[in-house]
């Protein structure tokens, strides 16, 4: 299988909306919203609705076959999530670091 751009497609998750009120942590409160954030997705052609795009993408990256696309394409799915809900959580005093680790195996 060959890489390809559209091989895992999700949104952004740009921004984490702050639903008001006194929010203490705001980056723990980013990083449970960014954990546990629903979009639409696809993977290898397959649409999935409305599902939690981290649990999803560590599906993906375990077996990349199963969901049609490559390793390599998993791991760039992995990445651009990194990339894009890691700004949302630094900008709400966060680290990148916390959702990296939640790609880890004992996850």
Do not use: H, N
């Not at 599902?51 to 760039?76: F, H, I, K, M, T």
């Amino acid at each position: 299988m060959t890489q390809t751009q559209d091989a895992v497609r999700f949104p952004s998750p740009s921004i984490v909306p702050y639903r008001g009120g006194c929010v203490t942590e705001p980056a723990f409160f980013a990083l449970d919203y960014l954990v546990k954030w629903r979009a639409d997705v696809t993977v290898g052609g397959q649409a999935f609705t409305d599902v939690e795009v981290l649990p999803l993408l560590r599906e993906v990256l375990a077996d990349p076959a199963r969901y049609g696309v490559s390793a390599a394409d998993a791991e760039a799915a992995r990445e651009r999530f990194l990339d894009q809900a890691g700004q949302a959580l630094v900008q709400e005093g966060g680290q990148r670091a916390w959702l990296e680790r939640e790609f880890l195996p004992d996850r």
